[in-house]
């Protein structure tokens, strides 16, 4: 069955907080993607890894970065944290080849992040 | 990826089907329909995805009208741990754009 583990559901850090977020997959999927979901707003990708130390910036990476030192292991950075960073962060891998597993994204069950 | 319209709201009664409709009337043909959904407070589930047969798996049935402008997904027997909200999204398979985005999707709430 398909798993991808977050280190925390709730997470509360102050204003210029360094904070990190882990998320670790056993699927071996070569793809893992870091959201956040806002209401309002929807979905919006900050990074993605397709391989081992390879990431690529999203829709919105101002404020993180990211780190992928091994497959199964994708970590989110908020390397200052600031209130307007309070969200949802979602964690999700996927398969690059083989059918169309590779569209399909897992999730894990998120991280609430409230800086204050 | 072409946009899809979901009715906001939909209520069901536990054990019956519930029926989801999705229009993507600018689907184009290599585009797949997917369905995903959110329980409060959790990560998105991916449900089903399908080009042009329906489809079936242990949670739920993919129809796809055959023209492909509209699609429903099933729930055969809906319990009360199916209320959450359901996307249907349409995306080109093998495409450089990775990222998933939902509409607003349908809350589905199943009563008792």
């Known amino acids: 069955d398909v798993k991808v583990t977050q280190s925390s559901r709730y997470l509360v850090k102050r204003t210029g907080e360094k904070v990190f977020l882990e998320c670790v997959q056993d699927m071996d999927h070569e793809n893992m993607f870091w959201y956040r979901q806002d209401p309002g707003l929807g979905l919006r990708l900050i990074y993605f890894s397709y391989d081992v130390k390879m990431k690529e910036k999203g829709d919105i990476p101002e404020g993180y970065s990211v780190s992928r030192e091994k497959k199964e292991r994708f970590s989110l950075i908020l390397e200052s944290a600031s209130t307007n960073q309070t969200s949802m962060y979602l964690c999700?891998?996927?398969?690059?080849?083989?059918?169309?597993?590779?569209?399909?994204?897992?999730f894990g069950p998120g991280t609430r992040l409230l800086v204050l | 990826d072409a946009k899809t319209t979901q009715p906001p709201s939909m209520d069901c009664a536990e054990g019956r089907a519930a029926n989801l409709p999705c229009n993507h009337s600018t689907i184009s043909g290599n585009e797949y329909v997917y369905w995903y959904r959110q329980i409060h407070s959790q990560g998105p589930q991916y449900i089903i995805h399908g080009l042009k047969n329906n489809e079936t798996n242990e949670m739920a049935s993919l129809i796809i009208t055959e023209d492909r402008k509209s699609s429903t997904l099933i729930l055969p027997h809906a319990t009360l741990r199916d209320t959450a909200v359901y996307y249907c999204?349409?995306?080109?398979?093998?495409?450089?754009?990775?990222?998933?985005?939902f509409g607003a999707g349908t809350t589905v709430t199943v009563r008792a």
């Open positions: 999700a891998s996927s398969l690059v080849a083989g059918g169309t597993l590779r569209e399909t994204q897992y």
């Open positions: 999204i349409v995306r080109v398979h093998r495409s450089n754009d990775y990222k998933l985005s």
